[in-house]
């Protein structure tokens, strides 16, 4: 479905982190009590076909409509990704594509990093209001402010004083995005700013959409070592919920696991610190093409 009153949300996800996608879109699931009809667009990372099926039979189509676009697909012609020096996965960027494979009858749509989890009817912050602004988001509750994010933001005109958001999530104004050339200015950014873009598409954003962003309540974004008995929405920012090595708030993590029991990953057992590494050096190994083609 793509009809104008639906929410429209967008993720970006593989095979590791399915396990969280099931949790948050279950999280949404159960918690959307308003009329509106959920289009989720799932940038798959090359999702198997197996889970695939076990994510769809995870959610209820009654309530949300899922859509996959392979990665690859989602970059525009003219386009590639960045090459930055972290061990986060490529599928970070896949964020900045969104208004590009969206259909064009699409205005707005709200994107999330699926290491969240919802317990707030999402329409709620489908309808936050960002006036003139290019994207809405929450400001980061450890880098506050734009000199603890960027480094360099006197060489690059900034106001440190400014706040600093998280990109984990963006309410974004998909024509305004596109008019501004926002895609395009953060792959330079971050080509031309790799040593201090250590977050790096979250540098590069917060660089580009300068003063042009709103800000929504912090409760749409409220980290997971916080101790909110009711956040609207918790991001497990650093270590999963299900990483045996889990040290934030508990209750989260039961959160987590009572959402992902009512899903095809129910009675999962947590995954070890030496898988996580693992996942983490994949990540590098990922990335060695782009040195390749930079270099040519």
């Not at 386009?79 to 205005?107: A, E």
């Not at 360099?152 to 600093?164: C, P, T």
């Not at 916080?226 to 956040?231: E, I, Q, R, S, T």
Request: glycine share 4%; proline share 4%.
């Amino acid at each position: 479905m793509t009809e104008g009153n639906n929410i429209t949300l967008v993720v970006a996800c593989d095979n590791h982190y399915l396990i969280m996608l099931a949790a948050l879109l279950k999280s949404i699931e159960i918690n959307h009590v308003s009329s509106e009809h959920i289009d989720v667009w799932i940038i798959d990372d090359d999702v198997t076909k197996n889970n695939k099926i076990k994510l769809e039979r995870s959610i209820s189509d009654r309530f949300i409509t899922i859509n996959w676009i392979n990665s690859r697909n989602a970059i525009p012609e003219g386009m590639s990704l960045p090459l930055d020096k972290n061990t986060y996965p490529l599928n970070i960027f896949m964020r900045l594509f969104i208004p590009y494979f969206l259909p064009n009858n699409i205005k707005k749509a709200l994107y999330l990093d699926v290491d969240m989890l919802v317990l707030t009817d999402i329409s709620e912050l489908w309808n936050v209001d960002i006036g003139d602004n290019i994207a809405g988001a929450v400001t980061d509750s450890i880098c506050k402010t734009v000199n603890i994010g960027i480094k360099n933001y006197k060489e690059l005109g900034l106001d440190g004083s400014e706040n600093y958001f998280n990109s984990g999530l963006l309410l974004m104004d998909l024509r305004k995005w596109i008019q501004s050339d926002v895609t395009p200015k953060v792959i330079h950014c971050v080509n031309e700013n790799r040593d201090f873009a250590t977050f790096s598409d979250q540098y590069g954003l917060n660089t580009v959409l300068h003063k042009k962003w709103k800000q929504i309540d912090a409760l749409w974004n409220y980290y997971s070592n916080g101790d909110h008995p009711k956040p609207n929405l918790i991001h497990f920012f650093h270590r999963k919920p299900f990483y045996s090595t889990y040290n934030y708030n508990k209750d989260y993590q039961k959160l987590f696991y009572q959402y992902l029991n009512q899903t095809e990953w129910r009675n999962t057992k947590p995954v070890s610190e030496f898988k996580r590494y693992l996942v983490k050096i994949g990540n590098i190994v990922e990335k060695i093409p782009l040195l390749f083609r930079k270099q040519a």
